[in-house]
Structures are given as C-alpha cells and as structure tokens.
C-alpha cells in the first residue's frame, strides 16, 4: 500500500507540474444555458498530444466539443457519444487538427447538462503516431463498444493520398472484431477484421477506390470493437496512413533512360508545387520526367522533348507533376531555361543596357550596338 501510495503521490506532482490552468469557476452547461467558452489565446501553447480535461458535477448526458468558428463544428478528433454522469472529469486529447481549431477558434463546452469547475491542459502524450491522426486517446473496448467519430476530424483530408485506415490498440492481439460503418442499417457496413491485416500494435485496412470514397464521404465514423474471448482493453490511436511524396527524376538519351539522384529534382521553394534541376544537357538529348511509382511526364510514346541548340548547355530544368506549367512548357509539365554565365560587369560599356534574347541566345544591347553575354560586339 505504501508504494501505490507513494506512487500516486509522485503522478499527481508531475501532472501539477505541467498542467496549465485554462479556466476555474463554476458554470452551469444546458443547451438552454449555453456552454463555456474559452477563448483562443488560452490554446496558445497547446501541442498535440496533450490532453483537455474537464472538471464537472451533476452531470446526467453527454459532452461535446466544439470549435467557436462561425459554424461552431465539432474540435477534430472529438467522439460523437462521450456520457458523463455525477461528478468527475472528462479527457479530451487533442489531435494537430485540433490543435490548429483551438488556437485559431477557441473553444466551447457544451452538454445537456452539467456544472463545469475547472478545465486544465495537461500533458497526455509523447508523441502521435506518424500519419494523419483522426482521434487519439484511451476507449475502452469491451463487448461491442463503439468509438463514434465526428466528420469533423477527417473532413479536410486528401483522401486521394491515403493508402490506409490503421487502428492502434494495447491488446497485442488480432483476434477481436472489429467493424467500421457509417450507419447502423443494412448497408451502412463499410469494412471489417476480415479486409485488415496486423502490423505491430494496430490492425490495419488498405484502401482500394470504394473504401477510399466510402470513408470520405462518410457522416460520421462508427468503429464497433468486441473483445471476443480475450480481455477487454485500450484503443489508442486511428491514423491515415498517407502516401509518400514521390520523387522525381530527369530521364532520357544522355543517362539511358534510368532513375540516377544525380538528376534528381529538389522543390522550387520560389514556386508552389513545383520542382527544379540544374543540370547539363547537350544539343540532341531527348529528355521526359518520371517518378520513383513510375509515373511519366508526359505519359505516352512519341513525346520527348529534344533538347535544341539554343537550350544546350548549363540549365535549369522547371517540373509540374499537375502539368499546369502553361506556355512555353513541354505538355505542360516541365520547361528548359540556359543560365546564363554574364560578365558584363568586367565590360566597359557605357551607357543604358537592355538585355534580350535573340535565337535562344542573350544580348545586351547599348549606344546602338549588341554585344553577347561576355561582352563581345556582335556584328
């Protein structure tokens, strides 16, 4: 007894520690009375994984979360059914989704009914799993418990880039059902065990289309568990796996067509969306852009770019994987610019300069007369 105690003694410090108040006093929450809010500069250093908790008494329904935007949608990551009863608290750990809604919105407490006496930011976790964390926490899991999602918590995904739904549970086991479903009539199943594969701690579902369109567009999310014959335990975790970024690579005649780093492009940071190579080419080489998932730019046959006396040389090579490069680009997707090495500078030319170019090449034009990049007269 002494060393629970001593134990218990000790968490209860460390929680002291890096708790931070948020709001203390009492305030009665009813759909009639309105909730409590709790403005935004109070989040300002929230990070994710950390855990709101609320202190109530009388309570005798449900809690929500909700961000205070002028829809007042549901804090990301929060359950659709989350009952408090008598006296106690409620935790509420906090995905980056909610992170981003709290500091940007603030927050409201509302329920059918209960008296609201301190809300605390608490450390909760380390860290979230690597991926798009939907919600994350403890549930409990027993005899077909269901863990009720808000779209909230998913609705600003990508799902096009999403290769996987994984359940991260504490049972280390696979041998419990699971069920995912939007709604509880004929139909409304989406997936189950038997489409998941195990991974260490989490099960996990791979997404063809259909589940991928089903999820997204989903109202809601109602992951049904049942311990089975085994012991009931902790759910901890659902993430969107995400697809990698893929790389891509410069390819044709002067590298026989094959993956090299060695031209491999890097982000334009001046450009959203788009990449770049500074490579050197030669009059003749036929050059396209493919990916490491093997996508080509543009895709088909008898579509290289031939690289032309005037953009032989040192150059800088634009890439746009949505083809959106506009005029002037091969297909849309990638563009071939000479740098030009000037020296002007060392020239002594008087007088106002205009740069041109004139058969792919540059000129500087001054006094009437046109000299090349190094400064040498034209005639």
């Given at each position: 007894?002494?060393?629970?105690?001593?134990?218990?003694?000790?968490?209860?410090?460390?929680?002291?520690?890096?708790?931070?108040?948020?709001?203390?006093?009492?305030?009665?929450?009813?759909?009639?009375?309105?909730?409590?809010?709790?403005?935004?500069?109070?989040?300002?250093?929230?990070?994710?994984?950390?855990?709101?908790?609320?202190?109530?008494?009388?309570?005798?329904?449900?809690?929500?979360?909700?961000?205070?935007?002028?829809?007042?949608?549901?804090?990301?990551?929060?359950?659709?059914?989350?009952?408090?009863?008598?006296?106690?608290?409620?935790?509420?750990?906090?995905?980056?989704?909610?992170?981003?809604?709290?500091?940007?919105?603030?927050?409201?407490?509302?329920?059918?009914?209960?008296?609201?006496?301190?809300?605390?930011?608490?450390?909760?976790?380390?860290?979230?799993?690597?991926?798009?964390?939907?919600?994350?926490?403890?549930?409990?899991?027993?005899?077909?418990?269901?863990?009720?999602?808000?779209?909230?918590?998913?609705?600003?995904?990508?799902?096009?880039?999403?290769?996987?739904?994984?359940?991260?549970?504490?049972?280390?086991?696979?041998?419990?059902?699971?069920?995912?479903?939007?709604?509880?009539?004929?139909?409304?199943?989406?997936?189950?065990?038997?489409?998941?594969?195990?991974?260490?701690?989490?099960?996990?579902?791979?997404?063809?289309?259909?589940?991928?369109?089903?999820?997204?567009?989903?109202?809601?999310?109602?992951?049904?568990?049942?311990?089975?014959?085994?012991?009931?335990?902790?759910?901890?975790?659902?993430?969107?796996?995400?697809?990698?970024?893929?790389?891509?690579?410069?390819?044709?005649?002067?590298?026989?067509?094959?993956?090299?780093?060695?031209?491999?492009?890097?982000?334009?940071?001046?450009?959203?969306?788009?990449?770049?190579?500074?490579?050197?080419?030669?009059?003749?080489?036929?050059?396209?852009?493919?990916?490491?998932?093997?996508?080509?730019?543009?895709?088909?046959?008898?579509?290289?770019?031939?690289?032309?006396?005037?953009h032989a040389g040192d150059v800088n090579v634009y890439f746009r994987p949505d083809g959106q490069g506009g005029e002037g680009w091969h297909y849309g997707f990638f563009y071939v610019e000479v740098i030009v090495k000037q020296a002007v500078e060392n020239t002594a030319i008087e007088g106002k300069a205009v740069k041109s170019f004139r058969n792919g090449m540059l000129v500087i034009e001054k006094n009437g007369?046109?000299?090349?990049?190094?400064?040498?007269?034209?005639?």
């Open positions: 007894m002494k060393k629970i105690s001593l134990i218990a003694l000790f968490t209860a410090l460390v929680m002291n520690v890096n708790a931070t108040d948020i709001w203390t006093g009492s305030k009665h929450v009813s759909w009639a009375d309105g909730g409590l809010q709790i403005a935004a500069d109070q989040f300002t250093n929230a990070q994710p994984g950390q855990k709101i908790v609320l202190h109530f008494t009388g309570a005798s329904d449900g809690v929500e979360f909700k961000v205070m935007n002028e829809h007042f949608d549901h804090l990301a990551g929060s359950r659709e059914s989350a009952w408090i009863n008598g006296d106690g608290t409620f935790e509420q750990f906090l995905t980056q989704a909610a992170v981003d809604g709290l500091k940007a919105h603030g927050l409201e407490i509302i329920g059918a009914n209960f008296t609201a006496t301190q809300v605390e930011l608490l450390d909760g976790k380390a860290e979230l799993k690597e991926g798009y964390t939907v919600w994350t926490g403890f549930f409990w899991a027993d005899e077909w418990s269901t863990l009720e999602l808000y779209r909230d918590g998913y609705s600003n995904v990508d799902f096009s880039k999403v290769s996987a739904l994984r359940i991260y549970s504490e049972a280390g086991r696979s041998d419990f059902v699971i069920n995912i479903k939007e709604y509880w009539e004929e139909g409304g199943q989406i997936a189950d065990q038997n489409a998941m594969t195990a991974g260490e701690g989490y099960m996990e579902l791979p997404l063809t289309d259909e589940l991928r369109n089903r999820l997204a567009n989903a109202g809601h999310w109602m992951i049904q568990f049942n311990k089975e014959a085994g012991s009931p335990f902790n759910v901890t975790d659902i993430v969107l796996v995400m697809e990698s970024e893929p790389e891509y690579y410069l390819v044709g005649s002067m590298n026989g067509w094959t993956i090299n780093e060695a031209y491999q492009f890097a982000v334009n940071p001046a450009a959203e969306g788009e990449y770049m190579l500074t490579t050197t080419l030669t009059e003749g080489d036929e050059i396209k852009v493919t990916s490491s998932k093997n996508a080509w730019y543009p895709d088909g046959m008898d579509n290289n770019y031939v690289i032309d006396a005037a007369k046109i000299y090349n990049a190094l400064g040498t007269e034209l005639k």
